[in-house]
């Protein structure tokens, strides 16, 4: 009998399909799904092929893992939860009129090229058959491998979905994220402490330590991934903590940190902790703040002494 999975097509098949159902709006990512799968005609048994995990159909998976990789390259875009659209880059791509749209092309982006081999990489090892890609590589490097690049999506997802959520979401996700970390004492009063915007430059205060011997103040600002926080308003931030008469701050920012913001950081007389985008999503992820383990795989080795 046929594995019903060998009828479903790979994530990079179903790329030019996913950005075709955006073309003319905004889609929800679940009704993609099954307006693809009803396209290509899969069967009831194709559409039922669940991930190892059994939390999510294989269909399902690559039609996400597509969406994925094209937003990746800038074909498009998330807009609210669940939904997405069309870039303008998208539909000059579209306008070419592709046969295909798979790694290859979408490699010709530097988005996607830092996404998908940070590590410095070409693009043809990248994208050369498996067989070729994974000929020196020993099956534990090749699954750490795939594991930092669904970390690199997910960061990307984590920043995405925060940049379009109300302004008091950020809020609330400081507060998770450093209750997760052990500051603040209890959730009630993280909360209050947390989120008092305009209050002489600072947007929070909370208790480093249960028992609130020390306070960590906070400045969160949620910027877009090309407006970098610059030295002005690293020093601004400095002169609330001497009015406030605080020694140590948190600057939280969703894009990034210029140089010289960073280096103003740290001349500066009072501790001052710098969390740009790319080091809030990977403490979002160790926290499990924002997203949740799907699947736990165990790799097991020979126990050399069990057979002493």
């Known amino acids: 009998m046929t594995d019903p999975a060998t ?28 307006q693809l799968a009803d396209a290509l005609g899969l069967s009831e048994d194709a559409r039922a092929v669940l991930l190892p995990s059994g939390r999510q159909t294989l269909f399902a998976n690559r039609v996400h893992w597509a969406k994925t990789y094209l937003t990746k390259a800038g074909l498009v875009e998330a807009t609210r ?14 306008a070419t009129r592709p046969e ?44 750490r491998g795939a594991h930092r690049r669904i970390e690199a999506a ?10 379009i959520a109300p302004p008091e979401f950020f809020e609330r996700l400081i507060v998770n994220l450093l209750l997760a ?42 910027y877009g991934a090309a407006n970098a926080v610059g030295p002005g308003a690293i020093r601004d931030f400095f002169g609330s ?3 406030h008469k605080a020694a140590k701050g948190l600057f939280v920012t969703t894009s990034t940190f210029t140089s010289s913001a960073r280096e103003t950081a740290g001349y500066l007389s009072k501790r001052i902790v710098l969390i740009d ?3 809030l999503a990977r403490l979002m992820i160790r926290y499990n703040i924002g997203c949740r383990v799907e699947e736990t795989l165990h790799l097991k080795k020979l126990d050399e002494d069990f057979f002493e």
């Open 7 to 34: 009828f479903i097509p790979d994530y990079q098949s179903l790329m030019l399909p996913v950005l075709r159902k955006v073309e003319n709006g905004e889609a929800r990512i679940g009704s993609v799904v099954h």
């Open 81 to 94: 939860r669940g939904h997405f659209r069309i870039t303008e880059r998208g539909r000059e791509i579209l």
């Open 100 to 143: 295909r749209i798979d790694n290859r092309l979408l490699s010709r982006f530097e988005e996607f090229r830092q996404f998908t081999h940070p590590t410095g990489s070409s693009v043809e090892e990248e994208f050369a058959p498996a067989t070729e890609t994974t000929a020196d590589q020993t099956p534990d490097e090749t699954i």
């Open 154 to 163: 997910l960061a990307q997802d984590l920043l995405d979905r925060v940049c």
């Open 181 to 222: 970390m052990g500051y603040g004492g209890s959730a009630a009063e993280a909360g209050r402490t947390l989120g008092r915007s305009g209050d002489d430059g600072v947007d929070g205060v909370i208790d480093q330590d249960a028992l609130g011997l020390d306070q960590v103040y906070i400045q969160a600002k949620r």
């Open 241 to 243: 903590l001497d009015r």
């Open 277 to 279: 985008g790319t080091n």
